[in-house]
C-alpha cells in the first residue's frame, strides 16, 4: 500500500511564497511521475506542475516562471516551491504519483490535499 503525506500549506499575503512538501511511502519500486494539481471552489481541478522520471518537468502557464517543482529520488518526496503568489492561486493543492508497486504493476495515487490561501 502507498501514501502520499502533503504538507506545507496555509495563509499567506499576495506577493509572498510558500513550499509544498508530497512524500510517497509504502511499498514502492520505483517512481515515474510525480505532480501537483490544484482546485479552487467551484472550479475543475488542473495540474500544476508535473516532474517525469526525476528529469522532466513541465508547468501550467499562470504558474510558469513564479514556481518550480522538483524531487528528492532518496526521501521519494516530490517539492512545489510557489513564489509570487497571487489571490487566484488559491486552491486546494493535490499531490500526485505514478508508482511502480510490483515488477509488472504501476499504479496512480493522490494525496489528501493541502489547503493555500493567498490574501490580496
Known amino acids: 500500500q502507498v501514501q502520499l503525506v502533503e504538507s506545507g500549506g496555509g495563509l499567506v499575503q499576495s506577493g509572498g511564497s510558500l513550499r509544498l512538501s508530497c512524500a510517497a511511502s509504502g511499498s514502492i519500486l520505483s517512481i515515474t511521475a510525480m505532480g501537483w494539481y490544484r482546485q479552487a471552489p467551484g472550479k475543475q481541478r488542473e495540474l500544476v506542475a508535473s516532474i517525469i522520471s526525476g528529469v522532466s518537468t513541465q508547468y501550467a502557464d499562470p504558474v510558469k516562471g513564479r514556481f518550480t517543482i522538483s524531487i528528492d529520488n532518496a526521501k521519494n518526496t516530490v517539492y512545489l516551491q510557489m513564489n509570487s503568489l497571487k489571490p487566484e492561486d488559491t486552491a486546494v493543492y493535490y499531490c500526485?504519483?505514478?508508482?511502480?508497486?510490483?515488477?509488472?504493476?504501476?499504479?496512480?495515487?493522490w494525496g489528501q490535499g493541502t489547503q493555500v490561501t493567498v490574501s490580496s
Open positions: 500526485n504519483a505514478d508508482i511502480q508497486i510490483a515488477t509488472t504493476a504501476f499504479d496512480h495515487y
